[in-house]
């Protein structure tokens, strides 16, 4: 019993990248399969909150989503492809199929970067993005006392979350210095970004916060009971509960790797309508450089539809949003020598001197060896050692044996 | 070069590493020249089984020495060696097959290797995830499991070797040429560079024969023993160009590694979904509850095989005075050790434990005159 599902255009990952993907192809006509890892459309950024109710934006999109004729795959992994013969073996809670398409549009997004500094694997150190998920899920933050900490403009965005869901934020650390965030200031006007800015700062007034700081450890005995931020040359200590860290983004571009996309510079490589250097293989969103919802959007609409309309205007502030809060080189000796990078198989960072790449540390120390494979370690090891971990197979994410096996079958 | 070298091994494979190792504990100076990581090579791909094998007489001598050198070596090797004595379990699917086991279990027997039948029962107590309804099996408890890659490094820097980082592009017995032309001296030279030794030394004839495998996540206690079907013989003898075989083994994370694959002539290094599949159904044949397990990575290595799936071992055919230690096949993480210790025989005109000939490379060109 074999089973294969077959569409015109498959859309992988249900982002906003992804959802006006399908939508503009569905729109135009076209049979469309939109596979997606959670349980319901939206991304990292449209997560559904059980104490808000969604943006504008985002409710224009979810329901423009809800009438196209789109088949919807949720709690479904891809976990191989193979390019050649166009088919994706897909893994559900109970059983796995194939899915086979004309036309592929990788829209995988990107994970939370996490940079290592002593005491960031105590249980309440966590990535903001993480903790947003949580708390909209149902944890309760109501009074929890909050250090939020890393760079770029999620900061704000987590703390003004976190603050209207009863946080106490006690400080806000940003790493990049004050003349490069006026800059961004200034420049992202330019995008339609300055009320979104102004109205993250009129939640936050009152919280201190920190330009050109960093943490420099999280202290604590079973879990993060304090932060030292190094402001200047000082040394601030904050009381709290929780830590959000946010480090900026890595894209998930294990998919277009595997399928055969060319990669530049961490990021897949696109022409003219998201085109990847593989045939009928287009990509949009953060695969293609961080940018945010409103380019993930366009290109996704770009890649969706086969025409060009204009999502390259993102490019300039793609490049800004980089120069801007690419992390300092201080950063990266933050984590000490008994500092753990690798958390699967708790390799620390000493045990990594004198590897020369990924590949002699991963087969000396089984750094990156775990469950992880290094989604976590991964950006980490080439932001601390400028180690690339291009290695790439089947399966993509932990499968079940008995789909690598019988990927064609769906299981009772 | 500035300090030049007594021996200079090429490779740091486990059996470069181990030729190092064997000849810096007769006290001569080592030098190891790799061109990738040490371990890196199919040494960082296989199973890790130290295994003793007989398809041959010259198999079972090699194999049966060089297990015992592991056992010595055990004792010194730090828990990142990953050493554990699981034991292998032939295991047989029907009569014709116990007929096997029990053929192996007299021959290993006769050799002074101890084994145990087991009958269906026996096997269902000590394996209870095997399907039900197999005949039973042969136990070799003194088989055991390592991870290769690290004890690669480990011996390399427990010889004090020099590793000078570079390819070598020519091999003499008195020096080596590197890419950047940088030219080695030495007083002796060992080519230990696996499936590539006969870019080095043309006359040896050896192909690759690639393997896939698969792991999983941590289920310790799932299996106890290495479990190998005994069909696996036709699988491994013939030259057929592709079979698969059950090949399970519980690793000392608690991970189960599944192989195995063999494809003849084959050097790509990518997945083939067909022969991951063909390997992992055949696993799931004998281990249904396998299915279930998540896996977390599938890689592929390359065998480095000989027409007779014996090593080389000794003096090139073209050169005497250049030593070869390559073309291990699926065995060489299990015979490692004795190729060091005949190969620091040879270098010391020392009489070896067992005999040297059938090992040397010349057998091959002779036996097709
Ligand atoms: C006993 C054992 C247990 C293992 N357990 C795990 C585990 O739990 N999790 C895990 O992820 N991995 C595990 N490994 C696998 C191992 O770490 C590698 O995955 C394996 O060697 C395949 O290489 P790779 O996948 O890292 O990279 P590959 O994709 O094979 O290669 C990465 C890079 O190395 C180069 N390269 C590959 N092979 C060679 C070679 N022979 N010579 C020179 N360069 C080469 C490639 O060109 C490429 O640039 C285990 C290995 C062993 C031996
Ligand atoms: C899937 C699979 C499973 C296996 N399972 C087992 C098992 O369970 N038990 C067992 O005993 N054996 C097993 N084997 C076999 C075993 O892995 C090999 O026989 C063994 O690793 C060979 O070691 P080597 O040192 O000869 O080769 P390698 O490990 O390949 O070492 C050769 C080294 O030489 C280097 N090199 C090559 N050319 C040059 C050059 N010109 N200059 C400098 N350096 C160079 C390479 O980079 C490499 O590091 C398995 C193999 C595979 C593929």
């Known amino acids: 019993m074999n089973e294969r599902q077959e569409f015109d255009v498959v859309v992988a990952g249900a982002g906003p990248a992804g959802i006006a993907a399908a939508c503009a192809a569905a729109e135009s006509g076209a049979a469309v399969g939109l596979i997606d890892d959670n349980s319901e459309p939206g991304g990292q950024v449209w ?3 059980r104490s808000h109710a969604p943006s504008q934006l985002a409710r224009f999109w979810l329901n423009r989503l809800e009438r196209a004729s789109i088949h919807r795959f949720s709690q479904t992994r891809i976990v191989a492809a193979t390019a050649r013969s166009r088919v994706l073996v897909v893994e559900q809670p109970r059983g796995s199929f194939e899915v086979s398409y004309r036309k592929l549009v990788l829209a995988t997004g990107a994970r939370e970067r996490f940079l290592p500094f002593p005491g960031w694997t105590l249980p309440g150190v966590v990535g903001a993005g993480g903790l947003q998920a949580l708390v909209k899920s149902g944890l309760d933050v109501q009074g929890a006392r909050i250090v939020v900490a890393g760079t770029g403009p999620l900061l704000l965005a987590a703390a003004s979350h976190l603050r209207l869901a009863g946080a106490r934020i006690q400080a806000i650390v940003e790493q990049a210095p004050l003349p490069s ?5 200034l420049q992202s006007a330019r995008y339609g970004k300055a009320a979104q800015a102004l109205g993250l700062g009129l939640d936050l007034i009152g919280v ?10 999280a202290e604590g005995a079973r879990r993060v009971s304090a932060v030292r931020v190094r402001v200047l040359k ?7 509960d929780y830590v959000a860290t946010s480090f900026g983004l890595a894209p998930n571009i294990e998919l277009p790797v595997l399928a055969g996309c060319e990669i530049e510079d961490g990021f897949v490589a696109v022409t003219g309508g998201q085109r990847t250097s593989v045939k009928d293989v287009y990509a949009a969103g953060e695969i293609t450089g961080i940018g945010g919802v409103d380019s993930a959007l366009a290109e996704g609409q770009e890649a969706g539809s086969g025409n060009a309309l204009g999502a390259d205007r993102w490019l300039p502030f793609k490049r800004l949003l980089h120069d801007t809060f690419n992390p300092r080189d201080e950063l990266r000796s933050l984590a000490a020598p008994e500092t753990i990078v690798c958390r699967c198989e708790d390799v620390r960072r000493s045990a990594l001197d004198g590897m020369t790449c990924w590949r002699e540390a991963k087969l000396q120390t089984r750094c990156g060896m775990g469950t992880c494979q290094g989604r976590v370690c991964g950006a980490a090891l080439q932001f601390l050692n400028g180690w690339r971990n291009e290695s790439v197979r089947p399966p993509l994410l932990p499968a079940r044996v008995e789909t690598l096996a019988n990927p064609g079958r769906r299981s009772r | 070069m500035s300090a030049s070298a007594d021996v200079i091994v090429i490779g740091a494979g486990i059996v470069g590493a181990a030729c190092a190792d064997a000849i810096a504990r007769d006290g001569l100076k080592v030098a190891v020249i ?5 371990g890196g090579g199919t040494t960082a791909a296989c199973m890790g089984h130290i295994v003793v094998m007989d398809d041959s007489e010259a198999q079972f001598a090699l194999t049966r020495y060089s297990s015992g050198l592991w056992h010595q070596l055990a004792a010194e090797l730090p828990s990142e060696a990953e050493f554990t004595q699981a034991g292998t379990l032939w295991v047989a699917s029907g009569e014709e097959e116990m007929a096997e086991a029990r ?3 007299a021959y290993y027997g006769k050799r002074g290797v101890d084994t145990e039948i087991l009958d269906a029962r026996a096997l269902a107590e000590a394996e209870p995830n095997l399907r039900p309804g197999l005949a039973g099996a042969l136990r070799v408890p003194r088989d055991s499991v390592v991870y290769p890659p690290w004890i690669a490094r480990w011996l390399v820097e427990r010889s004090g070797a020099r590793v000078i980082h570079g390819e070598a592009v020519a091999a003499s017995g008195t020096e080596v040429r590197l890419r950047d032309g940088t030219v080695c001296p030495a007083g002796a030279v060992v080519n230990a560079t696996g499936v590539w030794a006969p870019r080095l030394t043309s006359s040896l004839q050896i192909q690759p024969r690639k393997g896939h495998l698969l792991i999983t996540d941590r289920y310790p206690g799932f299996l106890r023993h290495q479990l190998v079907e005994l069909g696996y013989l036709k699988s491994a003898h013939g030259h057929g160009s592709e079979s698969v ?16 694959s063999r494809q003849l002539g084959v050097d790509s290094s990518e997945i083939e979904e067909h022969m991951l599949q063909r390997m992992l159904q055949r696993a ?5 509850g396998l299915g279930q397990l998540p896996a977390t990575r599938a890689w592929t290595g390359l065998r480095p095989c000989s027409p007779d799936n014996l090593p080389y071992i000794g003096p090139a055919a073209e050169d005497s005075s250049l030593l070869i230690a390559a073309g291990h096949e699926g065995l060489g993480i299990t015979t490692s050790l004795a190729t060091g210790t005949l190969i620091a025989d040879l270098l010391l005109k020392r009489r070896p434990a067992i005999p040297a000939a059938p090992y040397f490379p010349g057998r091959v060109h002779a036996a097709s005159h």
Not at chain 1, 234 to 240: E, I, L
Not at chain 2, 284 to 288: D, F, G
Request: hydrophobic fraction near 35%.
């Open chain 1, 47 to 49: 997560r559904r909150d």
């Open chain 1, 181 to 185: 965030l006026t800059r961004f200031a």
């Open chain 1, 208 to 217: 201190p916060l920190h330009v050109s700081s960093w943490i420099e450890a």
């Open chain 1, 234 to 240: 000082k040394v601030k200590t904050y009381p709290c």
């Open chain 2, 34 to 38: 790799e061109s990738g990581a040490i």
């Open chain 2, 103 to 105: 053929r192996k279990h």
């Open chain 2, 245 to 260: 075989a059950m090949n399970l083994q519980p690793r000392a994370t608690g991970q189960i590694l599944i192989g195995s």
């Open chain 2, 284 to 288: 799931m044949e004998y281990v249904p």
